[in-house]
């Protein structure tokens, strides 16, 4: 049984792929609510004229 469990997290491979994938859809989710927060704030006030 703990020959499955790879690393010193004692992480199953799957359980490993499963959380990476998670903190990738969670950055790229933070970075798009950034991206817009960012363009709300230009359309408000456009630092850059």
Same mark, same amino acid.
């Given at each position: 049984?703990?020959s499955?469990?790879?690393?010193?997290? !004692?992480?199953?491979? /799957?359980?490993?792929e499963?959380?990476?994938?998670?903190?990738?859809?969670?950055?790229?989710?933070? !970075?798009?609510?950034? /991206?817009?927060?960012?363009?709300?704030?230009?359309?408000?006030?456009?630092?850059?004229?």
């Amino acid at each position: 049984m703990s020959s499955d469990k790879v690393g010193p997290s !004692g992480l199953t491979e /799957a359980e490993s792929e499963e959380i990476h994938r998670n903190l990738i859809q969670g950055t790229q989710i933070f !970075g798009m609510v950034a /991206a817009f927060a960012h363009l709300l704030a230009y359309i408000y006030s456009p630092w850059l004229k």
